[in-house]
């Protein structure tokens, strides 16, 4: 039961995948490269947004996509992904890392929650060129306003607790507020 409840989601992905393609939650991977910041820029990018998952060794071929699987010890591949992420990025991130099979060949999928303390970005790039951002099925490089409105998000500041410089402040309209408050409680 379990097996063939496996089975049929993993199904369910790879005709998802052939029907929407990726988007700016889900990015595909042939294989996991040997140079990480091929993908760790999507990690951070999916940090600074919604979330997203990488899903590795399904290769994209012109329209569709095709399971190929990954080769190798998949344990120390997972334990090397982990450990790129835990060391690269900041702050840091704790992916959920799962391993699956379908059509018999091995995956794996890296599950990027959307994080709280953004901007998340690579320590080797500094922090404000090492920030990155999803948009539609690729990863970008977050612009300067970019980079201020993912710090506002990330202070957890809202707007009606911000101070509107701009606003004149005198006993009229400290007195028409308390008036207004007063009439709304009734």
């Known amino acids: ?16 995948l052939n029907k929407y393609g990726e988007n700016n939650n889900i990015e595909v991977k042939k294989e996991v490269p040997a ?18 998952k990488i899903i590795f060794g399904i290769e994209e071929k012109q329209d569709s996509f095709e399971v ?7 344990f120390k591949i997972k334990d090397s992904i982990t450990n790129s992420i835990f060391s690269s ?4 991130i704790i992916p ?5 099979t379908i059509e018999d060949k091995t ?12 901007p998340y970005y ?22 300067r306003n970019m ?18 410089p701009e606003l004149e402040i005198n006993e009229n309209s400290i007195q028409n507020l308390c008036d207004t408050l007063y009439h709304k409680a009734l």
Do not use: Q
């Not at 039961?1 to 998802?16: G, Q, V």
């Not at 794996?108 to 709280?116: E, Q």
């Not at 404000?128 to 970008?140: A, K, L, Q, W």
């Open 1 to 16: 039961m379990i097996t063939w409840m496996c089975e049929r989601r993993n199904t369910m992905l790879i005709n998802e």
């Open 107 to 118: 995956i794996l999928i890296v599950n990027v929650p959307s994080g709280w303390d953004r």
């Open 68 to 74: 190929c699987g990954l080769s190798g010890d998949i």
């Open 147 to 164: 980079i201020k409105e993912l710090m506002f998000e990330g202070s957890n500041r809202y707007f009606d607790k911000m101070i509107c």
């Open 122 to 143: 690579l320590k080797s790039e500094g922090e404000f060129d090492g920030v990155y951002v999803r948009v539609s099925r690729t990863t970008r490089k977050a612009d």
């Open 35 to 52: 140079e990480h910041k091929k993908y760790l820029k999507s990690v951070v990018a999916f940090a600074n947004g919604f979330g997203g």
């Open 96 to 100: 959920s890392i799962n391993l699956d």
């Open 89 to 92: 990025i900041e702050p840091h």
